[in-house]
């Protein structure tokens, strides 16, 4: 899978658990992406994609990424 998908694919999952259960991981509040990041991000590709989805908060592109949220994947 290249960058761009994953990062599509990171954009349009959903948190499947907590307070923030079904949003958007572009959509979670940046303190709650600080808070994973202070207590150590869950393994596997959930980690992966929200440690990304930080990344794109603190460098502050989310707006650049809002076009792709929902987009399908062409497959």
Do not use: C, S
């Not at 991981?25 to 808070?35: D, S």
């Amino acid at each position: 899978m290249n960058t761009q998908q994953e990062m599509i694919d990171a954009i349009n999952t959903k948190m499947p658990f907590g307070k923030h259960t079904g949003t958007p991981l572009l959509m979670l509040p940046e303190p709650y992406l600080v808070w994973f990041k202070q207590q150590g991000f869950p393994k596997g590709k959930l980690g992966e994609q929200l440690a990304m989805i930080y990344e794109v908060k603190l460098n502050g592109l989310e707006k650049l990424l809002m076009p792709l949220l929902h987009t399908k994947p062409n497959r």
